[in-house]
T-cell receptor
C-alpha cells in the first residue's frame, strides 16, 4: 500500500463547476495534511493545510479530513481556467520510522475548460 | 526574506561526475527535505532531516548523500552521476510538522 495515494485523474471540469480531489494515507497517527498546487515547470505552492477532522474553508477551496477513514479531500468551487494545474496531497508522518517524513501523493492533473 | 534558496538552477553533468546541490533556508526551520521529480511524476523523497545532525533516508536514497551540520543548510551530494539521476530536484523546509516551503528547483541532466 502506498503511503499517500490520490485518485489518479486526470480530471477535467467545465469553468464554474466544482472540482473534487481525493487522497488516502496509510500512517494512522499522522496529524498534518496538506494540499499543494504545482504549475508546469514551477515549484509546488501550498493551498491548504488541515490538522483536525472536519472541513476547513479558504475562499473557493475547502479541505476535508476524516482521520478514522484516513481520507483527505479538496474541493474547488467555481473552478477557473487558472486552476488548471497538478494538485498534490501531502502527509507528515508522526510515528516510528515515519516521524517528520513529508510524503506526497502522485498528483492529480486538473484541467478547467472554458 | 529569501525563504528557501537552491543553487544551481541548471546543471549538466557527465556520467561518473559528482556534484553537490546546495540548499539553504533563512526561516529557522528545523525540518528540511530533498525531493526529485521526474517528468509527469510526483515528488519522491530522497532524504530528510528533522534537525541539525539528524538525517533519514526517504524512498529513493541510493546514489545520494546528505549532511545537516547547521539548521540553515542541507546539501545533497551526488556521487558517480548516472543518466537515471536526470531529474528536477526540489529542496523544502518547514517548522516542525507545519506547511513546507519549496525552493525554485535544480534541473539536472546527466549525459
Amino acid at each position: 500500500q502506498k503511503e499517500v495515494e490520490q485518485n489518479s485523474g486526470p480530471l477535467s471540469v467545465p469553468e464554474g463547476a466544482i472540482a473534487s480531489l481525493n487522497c488516502t494515507y496509510s500512517d494512522r497517527v499522522s496529524q498534518s495534511f496538506f494540499w499543494y498546487r504545482q504549475y508546469s515547470g514551477k515549484s509546488p505552492e501550498l493551498i491548504m493545510s488541515i490538522y483536525s477532522n472536519g472541513d476547513k474553508e479558504d475562499g473557493r477551496f475547502t479541505a476535508q479530513l476524516n482521520k478514522a477513514s484516513q481520507y483527505v479531500s479538496l474541493l474547488i468551487r467555481d473552478s477557473q481556467p487558472s486552476d488548471s494545474a497538478t494538485y498534490l496531497c501531502a502527509v507528515i508522518g508522526a510515528g516510528g520510522t515515519s516521524y517528520g517524513k513529508l510524503t506526497f501523493g502522485q498528483g492529480t492533473i486538473l484541467t478547467v475548460h472554458p | 526574506n529569501a525563504g528557501v534558496t537552491q543553487t544551481p538552477k541548471f546543471r549538466i553533468l557527465k556520467i561518473g561526475q559528482s556534484m553537490t546541490l546546495q540548499c539553504t533556508q533563512d526561516m529557522n526551520h528545523n525540518y528540511m527535505y530533498w525531493y526529485r521529480q521526474d517528468p509527469g511524476m510526483g515528488l519522491k523523497l530522497i532524504y530528510y532531516s528533522v534537525g541539525a545532525g539528524i538525517t533519514d533516508k526517504g524512498e529513493v536514497p541510493n546514489g545520494y548523500n546528505v549532511s545537516r551540520s547547521t539548521t540553515e543548510d542541507f546539501p545533497l551530494r551526488l556521487e558517480l552521476a548516472a543518466p537515471s539521476q536526470t531529474s528536477v530536484y526540489f529542496c523544502a523546509s518547514s517548522y516542525r510538522d507545519t506547511e513546507a516551503f519549496f525552493g525554485q528547483g535544480t534541473r539536472l541532466t546527466v549525459v
